[in-house]
């Protein structure tokens, strides 16, 4: 199979698509795009022989290696890993509900997806307002993106709003075991496939970030705050008694931290996004 | 004085014959040094103007789209001339020794 690749060089395109993508997930927005459109130049000189590109450049990969600031690079893989890792606990915290954490930690679990929000939102301003680069003017694709994580997030929250309210509870505390309501269970679905999108949409958006423009980091810190309140809300769920004679506050308490954790992730979306 | 040394003076005192792009110092260079691609000698380029020793301009490419061209700053000038010194140094070392 290897001889199979060895036998069949890549063309000028092939080349270049593969050196921009490796280019661009080393080098700083705008410093990879001056990069590429070197390369381009290179590539297609009419005297370049397609045969023996890679013999004369370097294997694409190589070449963007030789142009990257190891330690800058390093320091981006260490700093993906870690919020890679926290969206991974995002999504999965939402889909089972469950933490492992519990039994080390010890503290009231619905904190832990805020924690991995706050660090994640932190860390990730803190190393693209200082590595990071804007790349022309604001892509109409990231509006559209912010606009629809905004609604999905707004309105899984008042569908909770909704599902939370003293009036709905009590009728669900009557029919409960017997029947659970189409309305929970679209709560359920809402959360659950709210927290493991978002965290995959965010993920998305700290790549975008990093090989085109900067203000892409939007979408993963609002991204990640829907993916932490989806979560925050799914361990809330999972401990509620009904039978507490304070189910009525439920509303109120829960969108008591709701909120001002939603504006956190709002005000932290406006700072990546400028 | 290292190879990449040696390259750098060759791409220097090749700019200092007048402005290039990119192809017109890679094609020569790569030709003198044929073990050492032409994406490490881009690089050594791209490090140069980094440190201010060259600059680039674009301009209309014979008949295709614009060219991007390389020109010797004046501190490129004397890098050049720090590194022909160096070159000096280390030519008349080696002859010395019964090297020609």
Redesign the interface.
């Known amino acids: 199979m290897n001889r199979a690749k060895e036998a069949k060089p890549l063309t000028k395109e092939q080349y270049l698509k593969t050196f921009s993508r490796a280019v661009r997930w080393r080098l700083p927005p705008q410093e990879s795009e001056e990069a590429i459109a070197d390369y381009r130049e290179l590539i297609f000189q009419p005297e370049r022989d397609e045969s023996r590109l890679a013999e004369e450049l370097g294997e694409p990969v190589q070449a963007a290696h030789l142009l990257t600031d190891v330690a800058t690079y390093r320091q981006w893989l260490k700093v993906f890993a870690v919020l890679a890792f926290g969206l991974f606990l995002l999504a999965k915290w939402t889909f089972t509900a469950h933490s492992s954490f519990t039994y080390f930690l010890g503290y009231e679990r619905w904190w832990y997806p805020v924690w991995v929000m706050a660090v994640g939102m932190a860390l990730s301003l803190y190393w693209f307002r200082r590595h990071g680069q804007k790349n022309g003017p604001m892509s109409k694709w990231l509006v559209l993106a912010l606009a629809a994580v905004l609604i999905y997030g707004v309105g899984t929250l008042a569908w909770n709003w909704y599902v939370m309210s003293p009036g709905f509870l009590n009728i669900y505390r009557e029919t409960y075991p017997h029947v659970i309501p189409w309305q929970i269970i679209l709560q359920r679905e809402l959360i659950i496939n709210g927290g493991m999108v978002c965290a995959l949409i965010a993920l998305a958006g700290l790549v975008l970030a990093k090989c085109y423009d900067r203000r892409w980091l939007a979408l993963y810190v609002l991204a990640l705050t829907v993916a932490a309140l989806c979560g925050f809300i799914i361990f809330h769920m999972k401990g509620m008694s009904l039978d507490y004679p304070s189910a009525d506050m439920i509303q109120s308490y829960l969108f008591a931290r709701l909120i001002p954790i939603g504006a956190a992730g709002l005000i932290g979306t406006g700072v990546a996004l400028c | 004085m290292l190879k990449k040394d040696l390259l750098e003076l060759c791409l220097l005192q090749l700019l200092s014959g007048g402005d290039k792009?990119?192809?017109e110092v890679?094609?020569p260079l790569?030709a003198a040094f044929p073990d050492t691609?032409?994406?490490?000698i881009?690089?050594l380029l791209?490090g140069l103007g980094k440190e201010g020793f060259t600059s680039w301009y674009m301009a209309p490419g014979g008949g295709?789209?614009d060219?991007?061209y390389y020109r010797l700053t004046p501190a490129g000038q004397s890098r050049l001339d720090a590194l022909r010194t160096d070159w000096r140094h280390m030519r008349d070392a080696i002859v010395s020794f019964g090297v020609e």
């Not at chain 2, 691609?37 to 490490?40: D, H, K, L, M, P």
Request: glycine residues 12%; positive net charge; without cysteine.
């Open positions: 792009y990119g192809y890679l094609t790569r691609q032409e994406s490490a881009y690089a791209r295709g789209p060219r991007k």
